[in-house]
């Protein structure tokens, strides 16, 4: 079997990704969080948007037979197969700013906003189009007056959550460097990527 | 008074203004929704973002004393002053393709994100860069289960709420060319802009 490949603790790497293929996360020690970011290779300003995907999905909760959309409303990613059901569209990659405004940190610090910018940067995506990633198992309650919280992730290690590709993509994944989301520490994640093997009918809800 | 300038129905209009202005948008006629984009001068990339706004501000509930971020973690605008209380930030703006898949149109629609674009275009602002917008009076409800649900606007005739500029920005207002956010018909809204009048210490929480 495809072993995949490793995304070390507190990285990012990215992948031209040919359509309908399926890209698997797994969470391989458990409890870690993961940035993913997808934009077609025929417009590299049609990035993975979170607004798009609650427009035609009608729901900030997504898991499988969701349909991630692309800022001009062009299905990027379908999530076919969803072993944990947790994940978040609703907060932005943790950035360096992020790490200096919301916890004091004052030296450089490894980021999901940075790491997936020049991983994607490799392939010519200009760093703008890079404004929100969907957080896979990343953990967040929202109560009843719109509060949000974020909680441990609830994976157990080798848990994992599949996409089929809807067009060529350049996909990036991060192992999100912070720890507050990772339940203490940052860790690795692996990315399993099998070209072609995605069935067109995989996935619809 | 300053009279303040009308945005159409179905249209959207864009404005250079200098840091701490007050920009009040007022829902003329009432249950009418906006959207409102806002780019700092100096990065005409660096635009608002949903996703850094619900970090910073742990919600995605946004009344007065809000901060609208930036992509870049800059604040762009605070909310000072709110008659309703029912604000937006999940949904993406109408476009032509959403009127398309949501609603089986076939011909051109007046939409939000082309009125976003063209307004803001004349300032050199790319087309890119919009990927959100905050959207005034929309009234959505979050279910318990993540699903989301648009209901008809809370405003009354002469309802407003007043933001605060951080910086100097390019500031977009549209009047929501959809009929379902807006109790069944499309209607005007008007943008008032008074210059320097924003105290630095209004709208803290």
Not at 82 to 97: I, K, N
Not at 142 to 149: E, H, I, N, R, T
Not at 156 to 173: K, N, P, W
């Amino acid at each position: 079997m495809n072993p995949g490949e490793l995304v070390p603790a507190m990285s990012g790497r990215a992948w031209r990704v040919p359509p309908r293929s399926l890209v698997e996360v797994i969470d391989v020690e458990g409890s870690q969080t993961g940035d993913v970011f997808a934009v077609p290779t025929d417009d590299l300003e049609d990035g993975l948007s979170n607004g798009r995907t609650f427009d035609y999905g009608e729901s900030i909760r997504l898991t499988t037979g969701s349909v991630l959309y692309s800022r001009r409303s062009r299905p990027l990613l379908t999530i076919v197969e969803d072993e944990v059901g947790t994940h978040d569209f609703l907060w932005a990659p943790c950035s360096q700013e992020m790490y200096e405004i919301g916890y004091g940190v004052t030296e450089p610090h490894p980021n999901c906003l940075d790491n997936l910018t020049a991983s994607l940067g490799g392939f010519g995506v200009p760093a703008a189009t890079v404004t929100i990633a969907f957080n896979v198992f990343m953990n967040v309650a929202v109560g009843q007056d719109g509060g949000l919280a974020i909680l441990p992730p609830a994976t157990a290690a080798g848990q994992s959550v599949t996409f089929r590709t809807e067009r060529e993509l350049l996909v990036a994944v991060t192992a999100c460097a912070a720890t507050t989301a990772n339940g203490g520490a940052a860790k690795p994640l692996r990315v399993r990527i099998t070209e072609g093997a995605g069935s067109p009918t995989q996935g619809r809800a």
